[in-house]
């Protein structure tokens, strides 16, 4: 049941847990309590996180935060407003990833709570907070009602889950049905068991947690406090009972901790009931309310203040019917007092194998990385070492919006070529803010004359003359990859406005290629929904020879660790092991052991066909022993055509991000931008190319 995920990455160093619910009102704050509780006796820092509340005032942001003593702030722990998400739900996951990211950095351990259903309808929502999870790569702990259900009900509830979660490719951990009849308690975590997931548990309805306090019952119907002790308003109110019948009726009926509905008319029931409140015999009473308005006789008033009471007693002007069916509608906050907490974490450790729980979050599990998550990835990995990146096509207003976007993010120093006068101009009309830019004029004098004698001394044996470099100077593709070379900036991003070739002529002419490597070549990082591949050569090489698809491989390796992927090369061909023959097939042989031969730290195999590579059933069953098939991360195209189609196809077909091309085996990076680019290609380019300087450095 759901999709397998292949892992791509490094082990987590963080615990980290998503507790979810198909339903609201099931009693996500009693898991987390214990979670947070079992969690703190392995690691010395936990955190919370909602990613969406109902409103600003999160009642289990608030109840966690005040119970555990987490050294966290309110607007740390709550990420946005649930409207924000149906407004504009991808800029809200975006925040939520971010707001996340953080939170990583300071604790050990995080406890994530998913939303309510209070504003979103159930399925929409549902779905939301797969999505959110899997961008958080929080494996999942789900939580289902079993509140007036049956154990086949309870069971389908979290068989209808699971597989929510798991079409999201989340992993899910465990379930936990919470508020179960508790005859029925035994059946359900027996049924649940059957599931097979690390963790499975059943916890029984408590009336202490699904209590009210008798302030909130006051604070609902708008009472007044006739009598009684005002300190007593904040215990709890386990049951409503109507007392319209004859006394002797009434204390029959009485129940443990109840908040009787009284007509205020029959007030002469007021002394009996405070009575039975002084007596051991019958149960203690929360709470009296005098309801319909009518005027307390002095003389029962005289009577009660004559007597040492501490039950609070309030009047209420609305009838009997409409009391009890506030009291009744009344939402209880599941952790609102010390004794609510208590209850809760006794009912949590009874109930739930708390080193089972541990154990399941401390497996070694595939990591998802989604397309937003890698964003965010590549985002902080650049600005947590800032490189300088110059941009040579600033009258372009796409660059000057990227530009606006990577310096409020911190990802990068930008250089832009123009002069200053007009970018600014330009950016501020448009409303762009570039005020952290440096912008560098290519009528400089002195970087002219500086470039132009470089550049003719680099091309001397191509006959090169001054004037010659001097013109060439006049280009922005040459004047910016003049700045790479000579470390005025760290990589270039170019060809919004320019082709392909004017991007990269320069860069192959004077900064030429890394030690050992023969060839430049262009690949793609395939942001699928639960991974990020790498595919190469998707834009350079048309037909390469076995020499040149071995440095292309060697090169895409370097790519793949650059952005911590980990690489399992596979070198692709219509045939698979030693099944085909035919010079294609031949040449991705010798290409495959030429890369053996350099003795790599990655696994590689080829020839091997797209499906053995990437899926793991058909990968073991064509090449049982490879430590590739069925597992592969960089893909090794054999040409230009099949690379450049595949590419494609799987962005079309899979729903695939592709980002790129990442031009590799250059000494310093200089990538090339589609004419079509949009901003957030722009930015994501500069990141990468930061990223590439980073590993050069």
Not at 467 to 475: F, P, V
Not at 541 to 564: C, G, M, R, W, Y
Request: proline share 5%; charged share 25%.
């Amino acid at each position: 049941m759901g999709t397998t995920v292949r892992p791509y990455l490094r082990s987590v160093t963080n615990k980290s847990v998503y507790i979810a619910a198909p339903e609201g009102r099931v009693g996500k704050s009693i898991i987390a309590l214990g979670l947070i509780e079992a969690l703190s006796r392995q690691v010395k820092s936990v955190g919370i996180f909602r990613p969406m509340v109902s409103d600003d005032h999160d009642e289990v942001a608030i109840a966690l935060l005040t119970h555990t003593g987490i050294d966290q702030t309110y607007d740390e722990a709550v990420g946005l407003i649930t409207a924000d998400a149906v407004t504009d739900p991808e800029r809200a996951l975006t925040q939520i990833i971010e707001q996340y990211g953080a939170l990583q950095d300071r604790f050990d351990a995080l406890v994530v709570i998913g939303s309510d259903y209070d504003d979103l309808a159930s399925p929409t929502e549902l779905e939301y907070n797969a999505r959110i999870a899997a961008n958080l790569n929080a494996p999942v702990l789900l939580v289902v009602g079993g509140r007036d259900r049956t154990p086949d009900e309870v069971v389908a509830s979290a068989e209808h889950a699971i597989r929510s979660f798991e079409e999201q490719h989340d992993r899910v951990i465990g379930v936990v049905a919470n508020r179960v009849i508790p005859q029925d308690v035994d059946t359900v975590a027996e049924r649940l068991a059957e599931l097979g997931l690390g963790v499975s548990a059943a916890l029984p309805e408590s009336a202490v947690l699904a209590a009210r306090s008798v302030r909130e019952q006051f604070d609902r119907l708008g009472a007044k406090l006739w009598r009684g002790d005002d300190t007593m308003l904040d215990r709890e109110s386990l049951s409503t009972v109507v007392a319209g019948m004859t006394l002797p009726n009434v204390l029959t009926r009485l129940e443990p901790e109840c908040t009787l509905v009284v007509p205020s008319d029959r007030a002469d029931l007021l002394p009996g009931l405070l009575l039975a409140q002084a007596s051991d015999t019958f149960p203690d009473i929360a709470a009296i309310f005098l309801v319909g308005g009518y005027e307390i006789p002095a003389s029962i008033g005289k009577l009660v203040d004559g007597l040492e009471i501490d039950v609070p007693i309030g009047t209420v002007s609305t009838g009997t019917f409409v009391t009890a069916s506030k009291l009744h509608d009344l939402k209880a906050t599941m952790l609102s007092s010390p004794r609510k907490y208590a209850e809760g974490l006794r009912i949590f450790q009874e109930r739930v194998d708390e080193q089972a729980m541990v154990a399941a979050l401390d497996m070694a599990r595939a990591q998802l990385r989604t397309p937003r998550m890698f964003e965010y990835q590549i985002m902080q990995k650049a600005r947590a070492d800032k490189k300088t990146i110059v941009l040579p096509e600033s009258e372009d207003p796409r660059i000057l919006e990227a530009t606006s976007i990577l310096l409020r993010r911190g990802v990068a120093n930008l250089v832009l070529l123009g002069e200053e006068a007009k970018v600014r101009a330009d950016a501020a009309r448009l409303g762009f803010d570039v005020t952290g830019a440096h912008i560098q004029s290519m009528y400089d004098p002195e970087l002219v004359e500086r470039f132009a004698a470089k550049y003719a001394e680099l091309r001397a044996k191509k006959g090169v003359t001054i004037e010659q470099a001097r013109q060439k100077m006049t280009d922005p593709s040459y004047f910016g990859t003049m700045m790479v070379h000579l470390g005025l900036a760290d990589g270039m991003v170019s060809g919004a406005t320019h082709t392909t070739a004017n991007t990269i002529r320069p860069a192959l002419e004077f900064i030429k290629t890394k030690p050992g490597v023969k060839v430049v070549s262009g690949s793609f990082l395939m942001c699928m929904p639960d991974e990020v591949l790498v595919f190469a050569d998707c834009a350079v090489n048309p037909n390469p020879t076995p020499e040149q698809l071995a440095d292309i491989a060697i090169s895409s390796v370097a790519t793949a660790k650059a952005f911590d992927i980990e690489p399992r090369v596979a070198m692709l061909s219509y045939s698979t092991g030693a099944s085909g023959a035919g010079e294609d097939v031949d040449a991705v042989k010798s290409a495959t052991e030429m890369v053996r031969a350099t003795d790599p730290d990655f696994a590689v195999d080829g020839p091997i066909q797209f499906d053995a590579a990437m899926d793991p059933t058909v990968g073991k069953s064509k090449m049982p022993d490879s430590q590739v098939a069925g597992q592969a991360t960089v893909f090794i195209f054999p040409d230009l055509n099949t690379g450049n189609n595949t590419y494609k196809a799987v962005q079309r077909t899979a729903g695939a991000v592709a980002v790129g091309p990442v031009l590799q085996g250059l000494n310093k990076p200089v990538n090339d931008l589609s004419r079509g680019a949009l901003v957030a290609d722009i930015v994501n380019t500069v990141a990468i190319t930061a990223i590439q300087a980073q590993a050069d450095s």
